[in-house]
């Protein structure tokens, strides 16, 4: 047996692009975006030129050819970055179009898919509901079939980039009964009449557009009926554990970002006529804050490595979530009060990397209800 726990040569390749991209070109767009609320929809087509969108897609459909460490990679520095940026791309390249991907005809990868990677088009994935929260069995937007196709209506909430979105991937209910197969997936072109969409105002990742859906007697053609098939639940599911892994990258990125503020802070600030990273207090602060972090990793990785591997199950997906979100949340906020009153003030970046740390404890399925899966995996039924 034997064990590797080093990235590889392109693994570190990629690391070193994404964080130069940031540097060089997104790191000064973060604070107009954060303050306007406005993503710059121009970013969309660089990431497609540098083969970032299409990080998990083989290169046969126009992917970078890469692996689910890869993915977790880029998702990390650009969280590290800002989680806004994050959360646009990962909207994009992941849920909006992984299951067109998976089961999509082939006309539907060439109008949807393959434009999305090259980000000639922005996607979205709607599939929180006002009423139902992280309880997907409990969705009440519904699909009629209809002569040559089927009319949509009910509410979308919490739908990051369906402001700037040329299409969204819909899912909804295809037959009244609360069951998993009823849970189909639709492609809808925007704007489109019968989706009334509501940008939304937001404490935290403020740089992401996010929006309210209102669908009443949409008509959706059949050909945008999802791999032309009734029944994705099962797809669905599969789809959220692996973005499971990838949101616990992007936490990991902003708690290493919020570390790294506030080592930087603790070494900066003299009281008393020495650092304040020298007086036990926040000296332990940081020590935990660093093996806190260092433990996310490892999960992080593992669970990626778990993908590539064809191993990932639910309850392991909902372990890496977990720890890496309030991983981020912990660390965040001990940043904060290590700045002290600084850590309140906009010119520095902890008091950003909280507000979006607190997004991932409930977005991608809140901790309880990863604990729920975790706990029924124990044999427990809560």
Not at 120 to 137: K, Q, T, Y
Not at 141 to 154: I, N, Q, S, Y
Request: proline share 4%; hydrophobic share 45%.
């Amino acid at each position: 047996m034997s064990l590797n726990f080093s990235f590889s040569a392109e693994h570190e390749a990629v690391r070193d692009t994404v964080r130069r991209l940031c540097r060089e070109e997104l790191a000064p767009l973060v604070e107009a975006a954060e303050e306007s609320e406005h993503f710059p929809k121009q970013v969309f087509k660089r990431w497609g030129e540098l083969g970032l969108l299409g990080v998990r897609y083989p290169a046969a459909d126009g992917g970078s050819d890469m692996d689910k460490v890869s993915d977790c990679i880029v998702r990390e520095e650009l969280s590290y970055m800002s989680q806004a940026f994050a959360t646009s791309w990962s909207a994009q390249t992941h849920l909006s179009i992984w299951p067109i991907w998976k089961i999509g005809t082939e006309s539907q990868k060439e109008r949807f898919f393959r434009p999305a990677l090259a980000g000639d088009r922005i996607a979205g994935f709607a599939l929180s509901e006002p009423d139902g929260g992280s309880n997907i069995r409990a969705m009440k937007t519904r699909a009629e079939k209809v002569p040559g196709g089927w009319k949509l209506g009910g509410s979308k909430l919490y739908i990051t980039n369906a402001p700037i979105a040329d299409f969204l991937m819909v899912a909804a209910r295809t037959s009244p009964q609360l069951k998993p197969d009823a849970i189909s997936l639709f492609i809808v072109e925007l704007p489109h009449k019968g989706f009334d969409i509501h940008k939304l105002r937001k404490e935290g990742i403020r740089g992401s557009e996010t929006a309210l859906i209102h669908i009443e007697d949409a008509f959706v053609p059949d050909d945008c009926l999802v791999g032309e098939r009734t029944g994705t639940y099962p797809l669905l599911l599969e789809c959220l554990s692996e973005n499971r892994v990838g949101v616990a990258a992007n936490a990991l990125g902003m708690a290493r970002a919020a570390f790294d503020a506030a080592k930087a802070f603790a070494d900066d600030r003299i009281v008393a006529g020495k650092r304040i990273g020298d007086y036990q207090a926040v000296a332990h602060r940081l020590a935990d804050m660093a093996a806190d972090i260092e433990a996310a990793r490892w999960m992080v990785y593992y669970g990626a490595w778990l993908v590539d591997q064809g191993r990932l199950d639910a309850a392991t997906a909902a372990k890496v979530k977990l720890i890496a979100t309030e991983t981020a949340l912990k660390v965040s906020e001990q940043a904060i009060r290590i700045h002290g009153g600084a850590g309140i003030m906009r010119e520095y970046p902890v008091g950003r990397i909280h507000r979006d740390a607190f997004v991932y404890v409930i977005g991608e399925g809140t901790s309880d209800i990863q604990r729920n899966i975790i706990a029924r995996d124990l044999g427990f039924k809560p």
